[in-house]
Structure formats: structure tokens, C-alpha cells
């Protein structure tokens, strides 16, 4: 959905410009978009406004927002790099931003892809080096403990490689990356909220994942042209062990994915019922889908073998086929039609409904929890009828979140507007009662957003305060940087009946889904625990150099303002082996380690231990330093390297 213009915007006016976009938007799509009649709907639909009244909205309260020097943000936002990677921390409302962790990327300030333990995590290449080194992350969603966040992991997926990294809460640095197989683009992931069988498990134990792009499930470059018999599949992955536990292989693909607060359901909105291989295809339907997975009878079928495996993947995985689940009673799999090329599913807080957006459609359908647990018990005729409203809001409407109140706000694309919709509104309108207005509120965004997400708004304990519109463009938001702009990420006040623009945050591209935390719910260590390394050097006294054969391993420490050993020697040729234990025990006492011309960086934080491997190759004297400022002395802190030839 990138396709920027480099328009003179400064010649446009703040409308005109608007028009532009919206139209550079939709180029390029061949299927007209159903117009949206609901224009006149709710009190603010009213054309764009000029930035300086948008602005005035907020009015003189805009201080209000700001978080002072010294002071602390309520929130924490959780926020996806996108094709960088990473997850970024910022502070809300300030906008502040804390900390990237990498995850699927490469990063020579901490030193991920470059560390031993690192590169164990992210996987390596027969020569060591790392499986891979670009990623895509999209979705960023925490474990819960009784329907809201305990504060120990957050999942992210990685589309391109198909990778669900664990970061742990405590640390915040990522600990496990696991490659499900037979996935290719994947995109939605979603923690389960407790388990759906036995009730004592009230917490996260299974992460959902869905698969996007259909490949030929065992793909060896044989029957490549068979595009019809690609397949896209459904996998859930363990909370602890990180181990693909099963997948399900289905009709169409996995876009998003939502889990239901009882842990009955999983779900994933379809775009491509079609199982298109051409974008043509995956819009000539005028209905798609939105997939429901019985966990526990998924579970059972597992246990009683009804599974195949592909490849050489060792993964069992059952039948999630309309063709194969056409008795209700026994399906796995529930499909129930939803308007064309939907984007995004979101479970409310209540834990009642979903909410697809439409996309293509102007529309937002709402699924009831409870209808598609009926229609597995066979008692609804047709998997449609658990749709119980489907208010139309807008142009391209891609996400939705809820504010705990009984109201639901989704992302416009087209309209560059959140609108805010009313749930049992919607619901009446449905039914048919003409004086039920389900649009409530609009806000011009800027400019096409993307997700957007309220704080805990994926919890019961939805606190239906902040919204955030993560923003595609930014155009004439901020100071010109060149062809790439920044994005936008907009703070909306959604605690009155009006939504309040607050804030314009410039976020480094490219974010999509992020989570709202308030402060009190993290709780992260500044001092590691020495013990947690097995190969920690203890005390400065140990620091030595072993050598067996041709490997050599450096027992290093560091102190401010000196490492362990001033000098080691090591022979042109060794595989050498650094272990570095940082002995500072004071918080923000971070030492790093970089050696020139071997392409070394790394850091360790207080009593942590890292290390790295390389060969020797080059012979001469090299200078190890501490690159991250630690002291008055920091930059005499060095140790010699020298390879003799
Ligand atoms: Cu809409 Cu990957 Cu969540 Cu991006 S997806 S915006
Ligand atoms: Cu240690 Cu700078
Ligand atoms: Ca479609």
C-alpha cells in the first residue's frame, strides 16, 4: 500500500491535497471501490478542515500531552519496525522514543547478528554466519493472564522468512526465533488468552500464526505452475517451548489473526478466497471470508492422528478445508462470508464480537462469538448468520480498536479518517431500525493510516483513553528529510464523545501494529544476574587465553575504565573466541567491545556475559575499545590484539 508521489505539496491546498492522495492512493486498482453513502453520517463527517482548525481541536489543552523534563510517560507503546526489523519502546503520550530491539534485522549497537548467543538465536548458515538477515515485522502482541497483559513476552511475527520471534518483558531483548515450515508471507499472529479446555489455564500457552502467500505445501520447484493447488496454512506455535505444536492447512489464505477471550477461537480475515496467484483473482469474488479455528477439536484430531506431514517437516497438520468441515458438528474450521478483500480482525474487549474491516468494501463486518460457537454446534444453518452488523464507515477501512465504552474505531485508508462507530448501533441498524446511527465521530489523519490502536484496547481492561493512528504518509507533517519521509503517529484524546488530535509523533519508517501498556504493568531488570552466563569470567583474575589446536579462546572482564587483559597474542589463522563478562554492577553501566578491521561490535551490559568468534586472519596489531561512554577514562579503555603473522 506504498505508493508515494513526490508531489510539490506545498503548491496544493491542505483539500486539494487530501483529493491528491486519496487518488494516488487508489491507482493502480482495477476494481472501482463501492462508494461510501454514508458521507453525511455523524456530526463531524464534514469536509477536511484547514490544519490550523484541526490543530485548534486540541486547543490551548495541547500542553496537556506533553510530558515535562524529569517526568515519566503513563504509557509504554510496543510498536512494529515493519521492513526494519525491529520493535521499537516509545513513551506515550509523549512520543518519546526508549529503545529499538532487534529482532529479525542486523544491529551494531547492541551487537545482534554479531554475538554468538545472538546469531544462536537468530540461526546460522553452515559457515556460521547468520540464516538470515532481513525481516519484517508486523504484529506485536503480548501474553495475557486473565484477559490482559502479564508483562512476560511479547510475539512478533516475521513475514518475509516466515519467523515468530518471543521478546522477554523483563529484558526486553528478544530470546527465542522459530521458522515455522510451510509458510511463506507470515502476516497475522495472535497469543492465546487461556486455554479452551481446561479452565485452570487462564493464560497465554499458544500463539496463533497465519500463513499469507499459498505455496506448494512441499516446495521443491516441482509443480510450480499448479497455482490452484497452492496452499496457505494456519499454525500454532507453543508460548514456552516456541515449538510449532500443529498447523492446519485451508481454503484461501491467513491474513490477521484474533484469538477469542474464552480460547475457544482463533480467527483470520481472507482476502484471497480466490487461492489467486494474480491480484485480479484475489478480487474477482464479491465475498471473502473470515476463518474460525475450534481449537480444542483441532487438538483432538491431532491427538487421535488424523494428521498428515509435508516435506521434511515433521509438524502435524489436519484438514482446515471447507470440503473436509462440511459437517458442523465435527468441523475444525468455521468460514463465514464477509465483505470482498477484508483487512485486519480484532476481537472487542467484551469479548462478544469481531470486527473485519472491509477494504475494498466502505464497510466493517461484526461477528458474533457466541453465533460461531453455535454454528459449531449445529445449530445455525449458515456460517453468515453470525454476522450481526455491518455499518458502512468509509473508504479502505483496514483496523479496528476499541475503547472498553462500547465503541469501536477503524482505520481509513482512502479517507485518511478514523471514524468512530458505535457497536450496538450498528447492531440496530442491522436489524433494521432506520433510526440507529452507528457512525459517531470522524478525524482527518495525516495521512492514510495504517493500524491504529487504543490503550489496552486488546485487553478487558480496555482504558479508552489514547488512540494512536500509526500514518503510511506524513508528506508536509514535518521538516524535509529527503525522498523518505518519516511516518506519522498521531495521538488521539478518545476519552470524550469528540476525538481530540493531541499529538503528531514522527516515527522512522515503517510501523504497523503497536500495543498501548500503562507504565504499571512492566516490569523490566537494569542489572542482569551474573549466574545466568555459563561462561561468565567471574573476576578480573580469570581473565586468560586458552589455546587447544588451533582455537583460542580470550577470558575477558570489564570494569570502567579497563578491560580484563591490556594485551593478548593470538597466531594468524586461529579461530578466536572472546568471552566478555561486563563486572559493573551499577545500573547504566554499559561497556561495549568493537574490533577494528574484523568487524566486531558488540556491547555488554551490567554482569552480562557475551562473546563472538571469528578468525584471525589478518595479522598486526589491532586496538579493542569500548565503544559505549562509560566513564572519564572510557576512551583510554582498550586491550591490544595482536596476530602474529
Ligand atoms: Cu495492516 Cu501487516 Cu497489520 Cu500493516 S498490516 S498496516
Ligand atoms: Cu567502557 Cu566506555
Ligand atoms: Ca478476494
Redesign the pocket.
Known amino acids: 500500500?506504498r505508493q508515494k508521489s513526490g508531489t510539490p505539496s506545498e503548491q496544493l491546498s491542505v483539500i486539494g491535497r487530501r483529493k491528491f492522495i486519496n487518488t494516488a492512493a487508489l491507482a493502480g486498482l482495477t476494481v472501482g471501490v463501492a462508494a461510501c453513502n454514508d458521507k453525511s453520517a455523524g456530526p463531524a463527517a464534514a469536509p477536511a478542515a484547514s490544519t490550523a482548525a484541526r490543530v485548534a481541536n486540541a486547543g490551548s489543552e495541547v500542553g496537556k500531552y506533553e510530558v515535562a523534563p524529569g517526568q515519566l510517560d503513563d504509557y509504554y507503546s510496543f510498536s512494529?519496525g515493519?521492513h526494519s526489523g525491529d520493535v521499537r519502546i516509545y513513551g506515550l503520550p509523549s512520543g518519546r522514543l526508549f529503545k529499538s530491539i532487534p529482532v529479525f534485522n542486523m544491529d551494531c549497537l547492541v551487537g545482534w547478528g554479531i554475538t554468538n548467543e545472538s546469531k544462536k538465536i537468530i540461526g546460522t548458515k553452515p559457515d556460521g554466519s547468520p540464516k538470515y538477515r532481513t525481516g519484517d515485522t508486523?504484529?506485536v502482541h503480548p501474553s495475557y493472564k486473565d484477559g490482559t497483559y502479564d508483562g512476560k513476552y511479547i510475539f512478533v511475527n516475521d513475514?518475509i522468512h516466515g519467523r515468530i520471534a518471543r521478546i522477554r518483558m523483563d529484558t526486553m531483548e528478544t530470546d527465542k526465533i522459530t521458522e515455522l515450515p510451510l509458510v511463506q508471507g507470515f502476516?497475522?499472529i495472535f497469543p492465546d488468552k487461556r486455554d479452551p479446555v481446561d479452565a485452570a489455564i487462564n493464560h497465554t500457552t499458544r500463539v496463533f500464526c497465519g500463513g499469507e502467500f499459498s505455496i506448494p505445501l512441499v516446495n521443491d520447484g516441482k509443480n510450480m505452475e499448479a497455482t490452484k493447488d497452492y496452499r496457505s496454512v494456519f499454525s500454532c506455535v507453543d508460548a514456552e517451548s516456541m515449538e510449532v505444536r500443529w498447523q492446519v492447512v485451508i481454503d484461501g489464505n491467513c491474513?490477521?489473526v484474533a484469538s477469542s477471550y474464552d480460547g475457544k477461537l482463533a480467527c483470520s480475515n481472507q482476502y484471497n478466497t480466490e487461492n489467486g496467484a494474480r491480484y485480479e483473482d484475489m478480487m474477482s469474488a464479491e465475498m471473502d471470508s473470515c476463518i474460525f479455528f475450534n481449537v480444542a477439536r483441532i487438538e483432538a484430531a491431532v491427538k487421535a492422528g488424523k494428521f498428515k506431514t509435508y516435506g521434511s517437516s515433521k509438524v502435524p497438520v489436519v484438514d482446515g478445508s471447507k470440503a473436509g468441515n462440511a459437517d458442523p458438528k465435527t468441523a475444525l474450521t468455521c468460514y463465514v462470508p464477509v465483505s470482498k478483500n477484508p483487512?485486519?480482525v480484532n476481537a472487542s474487549p467484551d469479548g462478544k464480537y469481531y470486527a473485519c474491516s472491509g477494504k475494498l468494501s466502505p464497510t466493517a463486518t461484526l461477528i458474533e462469538h457466541a453465533l460461531v460457537l453455535k454454528w459449531f454446534d449445529g445449530e445455525l444453518k449458515d456460517a453468515r448468520e453470525a454476522v450481526v452488523a455491518e455499518p458502512e464507515i468509509g473508504l479502505g477501512p483496514?483496523?479496528t480498536a476499541f475503547d472498553g465504552r462500547g465503541n469501536a474505531y477503524t482505520?481509513l485508508f482512502l479517507d485518511s479518517q478514523i471514524v468512530k462507530w458505535n457497536v450496538e448501533a450498528a447492531i440496530k441498524s442491522y436489524k433494521g431500525d432506520k433510526t440507529a446511527k452507528p457512525v459517531v465521530d470522524r478525524i482527518d489523519v495525516m495521512y492514510q493510516p495504517?493500524?491504529g490502536f487504543t490503550s489496552m484496547g486488546e485487553t478487558k481492561n480496555a482504558d479508552g483513553k489514547y488512540f494512536l493512528s500509526?500514518n503510511?504518509f506524513s508528506k508536509d507533517r514535518f521538516l524535509p528529510v529527503g525522498p523518505l519521509h518519516p511516518e506519522t503517529a498521531q495521538l488521539i484524546d478518545i476519552s470524550g464523545d469528540k476525538m481530540k488530535l493531541v499529538a503528531d509523533h514522527s516515527v522512522y519508517s515503517e510501523p504497523?501494529?503497536s500495543i498501548i501498556i500503562p507504565r504499571n504493568l512492566i516490569r523490566t531488570r537494569q542489572v542482569y544476574d551474573i549466574n545466568e552466563f555459563p561462561n561468565a569470567v567471574k573476576d578480573a583474575k580469570e581473565c586468560r587465553v586458552e589455546r587447544k589446536g588451533k582455537k583460542v579462546t580470550v577470558y575477558l572482564t570489564s570494569q570502567a575504565p579497563t578491560f580484563g587483559l591490556r594485551e593478548w597474542t593470538v597466531k594468524r589463522g586461529d579461530e578466536v573466541t572472546i568471552i566478555l563478562t561486563n563486572l559493573d554492577k551499577v545500573e547504566d553501566l554499559t561497556h561495549g567491545f568493537a574490533i577494528p578491521k574484523y568487524d566486531i561490535n558488540f556491547i555488554v551490559n551490567p554482569q552480562e556475559t557475551k562473546s563472538v568468534t571469528f578468525i584471525a586472519d589478518k595479522p598486526g596489531v589491532y586496538w579493542c575499545y569500548c565503544t559505549n561512554f562509560c566513564h572519564a577514562l572510557h576512551l583510554e579503555m582498550r586491550s591490544r590484539m595482536l596476530v602474529e603473522a
Open positions: 500500500m512494529s515493519g508486523h504484529h513475514k502476516h497475522g491474513d490477521l483487512h485486519g483496514l483496523h482505520t495504517g493500524h500509526d503510511k504497523h501494529d
